[in-house]
């Protein structure tokens, strides 16, 4: 793979990356309830679910998913779900994420394995990962030459440019923490950011599948 070749990936990744999206949304709630090196570990769950999202898409996953309405719809569903149940928990809640002191404020530290599970989950319930993945590798990878290391540098490149995006938009939702110091800003913080993960996931369910 040439220099060139890899930088215009790179720059196709950032641009993704740095688009708000369910693992960003994930990263800014969890810095302000768990703390930013807590944060990174969802972030680190979101990272293993790329890995076997692209390792998925590499492996004919996402042809079938472009092939089969029913696959597609499975996962649509699947993502979706998760998403809302996400937001719903969210919306519900009347606890201040941005407390500088979660435990004091009541807030419950998830454990380690939880947090990277929440980051698996997100990463590996999102249709459209799959489908990103199996229409932008083909475009970058040259098939006579070996496609194993060009498929490890292209995953590992996005999936460095995810964890920099996590944790570039975490430091910022710290730095705002201030500004949500009365219950009345918390409340539509809380409901804010949960109505925006249900709306990521009926816009999964509004997804039309390739095969349809």
Request: charged content about 5%; overall charge positive; aromatic content about 10%.
């Amino acid at each position: 793979m040439s220099f060139s070749t890899w930088l215009l990936f790179l720059g196709v990744s950032l641009l993704t990356t740095l688009s708000p999206g369910p693992g960003v949304l994930l990263a800014v709630s969890n810095s302000v309830s768990q703390g930013l090196m807590r944060t990174m570990l969802s972030s680190l769950g979101n990272a293993l679910g790329i890995v076997l999202v692209s390792s998925a898409a590499m492996a004919g996953l996402g042809a079938a998913m472009a092939a089969s309405a029913l696959l597609f719809a499975g996962m649509k569903l699947a993502g979706a779900g998760y998403l809302i149940y996400l937001g719903i928990k969210q919306w519900r809640s009347l606890g201040n994420v941005f407390a500088t002191a979660p435990r004091s404020s009541g807030l419950v530290q998830r454990s380690a394995p939880s947090l990277l599970m929440q980051g698996l989950l997100v990463a590996l319930t999102n249709p459209k990962s799959i489908l990103f993945f199996t229409a932008l590798f083909p475009q970058f990878i040259h098939t006579e030459l070996p496609v194993l290391p060009q498929f490890m540098l292209l995953t590992a490149t996005f999936v460095a440019c995810a964890l920099l995006s996590h944790a570039l938009y975490a430091s910022l939702a710290r730095h705002v923490g201030g500004f949500f110091s009365t219950r009345r800003r918390v409340v539509w913080f809380n409901r804010g950011s949960g109505g925006a993960f249900v709306f990521l996931g009926l816009s999964l369910v509004r997804l039309h599948s390739p095969a349809a």
